[in-house]
């Protein structure tokens, strides 16, 4: 099983998320494309790495905004599977701004 | 611009849709499916029939939930470009069920 | 690896897929949809299975149509990981019709 | 109903695309992608845009490459519908490149 993280280690291995708002040990973002087309195509190529980690974030979307939270369920917390899969959306995002 | 309906009325045209529990004059329904992948599955689905009628949902996914809530924000209410997706939702998730 | 499949085996453990039309090793089927947003909620909904299992269709779409090649290149031939996929087309595609 | 355009009017406002093969009045481009999930966002995203506009590409996707073939039925050939789909291709795969 994954290692509960250090939020602010979590945190600092990432862009632009944050300790997310409820108190839970999880980790959030707010992602914001050019239109709703970019967007859902963000969440398709994001699905199929969750889907292959069989880790799934949570996830909320309205037109071009995506919102994630991010945590392990099974550990309690942000693991190195929260890192990997954000890190794969901010370098997706990057491309996409 | 499309009417805005009574919200009663609209929730007769759909399956298993309740009022928004935020108070807004907006209706939502919680979608659950075998795993994520017939989730994302319907999502996709819907994507391209929201973007096509340029009428977009809010929603939130987590693994094989997906919870919708409809409303049109300059209607200021649930119109029947809502009642018009909700019965795709329907008509799609009892499908895939 | 994966061994290859003897054909017929493999298409005895299919529902409708035959041998591919230019004497590679390799099975195909013609899914056909109501519509264009049905077809590419399947071929999502696969895409998320695909790259969980690192093994990627060779499928063409247009419209509400889905012509699917399988098999698997390193070893040269069909195998179970073509099995694999090809029932998930055929669950998912038979809930879909 | 769209009009058929003069072919090399029509590459002419794309990048890389070029007449089909099979000597339709159509235009094909083939698309390379970092991988499996990039190319099916590219996917997702363009199916909500060709959805929306009605009109449909032909398209073959295994792992990173996708191969767009563009035409208008019921013109006969390629139409400024062609261009405006394969435009918006052009413009999401440079940023994804």
Same mark, same amino acid.
């Given at each position: 099983m994954a290692d &509960? $993280?250090? $939020?602010?280690? +979590? $945190?600092?291995k990432l862009q632009g998320? #944050? !300790? +997310? @708002?409820?108190? &839970?040990h999880a980790i #959030?973002?707010? %992602?914001?494309f050019a239109d709703f087309s970019t +967007? %859902?195509? %963000?969440m398709s190529a994001m +699905?199929?790495?969750? /889907? !292959?980690? @069989?880790?799934h974030p949570e996830w909320f979307n309205v037109y071009n905004t995506v919102?994630?939270?991010l945590t392990?369920?099974?550990a309690g917390g942000?693991? /190195?599977k929260d890192i990997s899969l954000g890190q794969k959306m901010d370098s997706l995002a990057a491309k996409l701004a």
């Amino acid at each position: 099983m994954a290692d &509960k $993280l250090d $939020l602010d280690t +979590a $945190l600092g291995k990432l862009q632009g998320w #944050s !300790k +997310a @708002d409820d108190g &839970k040990h999880a980790i #959030s973002k707010t %992602f914001k494309f050019a239109d709703f087309s970019t +967007a %859902f195509g %963000f969440m398709s190529a994001m +699905a199929t790495q969750a /889907e !292959k980690a @069989d880790h799934h974030p949570e996830w909320f979307n309205v037109y071009n905004t995506v919102e994630v939270t991010l945590t392990t369920h099974d550990a309690g917390g942000v693991t /190195e599977k929260d890192i990997s899969l954000g890190q794969k959306m901010d370098s997706l995002a990057a491309k996409l701004a």
